[in-house]
């Protein structure tokens, strides 16, 4: 069946770097992909929706400039979180839709991050 | 807006029992999708569920049903013969799209417990 591959599941890095988490969709193409964040014993929060060759609609709150996020290809969307700060630790998560009617959604493993 | 409420944070119940999650959401549209996704401690949301609101007929899968009451909002899930490796977070989901290119929108989630 469709798989979408997150990597890395987990990355820590120092306050003030940047860090980037893909998305990949591996035997089918996307040209919707979304971003979740899930802090601990939480629901799902939607970030933003990332769009195949167009700018990523961000929800409301969600820092466009801090979470950069790049749907370069039909298979890859990247999220980058700059100038990471303690307070971006948390739980990340992907998903992808296959298209097809009837609403096939599938997710990611998951990435955590942690800025020490 | 579309929102989605599950009113039991935790449940537990006794292996091979049978338990009810319950999930009520609103939403001014006609047709939607409602989900119930699973959360293993691994954070791997794992769909179990899917319904069709035009769809008068409940979903199941195997030991998984739903009792999808439209005119009520309500979207319960009920596991039978539950099993240890049911126990995990479960999240309510709804989607407005048919192809997979809206957001989702949770729960707040369940976290079921299975006593051996």
């Known amino acids: 069946g469709a798989v979408v591959s997150q990597h890395p599941s987990r990355v820590i890095c120092k306050s003030g770097t940047s860090v980037k988490i893909e998305c990949r969709s591996l035997d089918f193409q996307a040209t919707t992909m979304f971003w979740y964040r899930q802090f601990p014993k939480q629901s799902l929060m939607l970030m933003a929706t990332s769009n195949e060759g167009s700018k990523a609609t961000y929800e409301q709150g969600v820092e466009k400039d801090k979470f950069l996020i790049n749907h370069a290809s039909l298979t890859l969307s990247t999220l980058t979180v700059t100038s990471a700060h303690p307070e971006d630790s948390s739980f990340y998560i992907c998903?992808?839709?296959?298209?097809?009617?009837?609403?096939?959604?599938?997710f990611g493993e998951g990435s955590w991050l942690t800025v020490v | 807006a579309q929102t989605v409420t599950q009113s039991q944070p935790e449940m537990s119940v006794q292996e091979a029992e049978t338990v009810t999650l319950s999930c009520t959401y609103d939403?001014?549209?006609?047709?939607?999708?409602l989900f119930w996704y699973k959360q293993p401690p691994s954070r791997q949301m794992i769909l179990v569920i899917r319904?069709?609101?035009?769809?008068?007929q409940n979903a199941t899968e195997n030991r998984f049903s739903v009792n999808f009451q439209k005119a009520a909002k309500s979207f319960s899930l009920k596991i039978s013969d539950s099993q240890l490796g049911d126990t995990a977070m479960y999240f309510c989901?709804?989607?407005?799209?048919?192809?997979?290119?809206?957001?989702?929108?949770f729960g707040t989630g369940t976290r079921l417990t299975i006593i051996p």
């Open positions: 319904q069709e609101a035009y769809k008068q």
């Open positions: 939403t001014s549209e006609n047709n939607y999708y």
């Open positions: 998903s992808a839709s296959t298209g097809d009617f009837g609403n096939t959604i599938y």
């Open positions: 989901a709804f989607c407005l799209d048919s192809f997979g290119n809206e957001k989702l929108t």
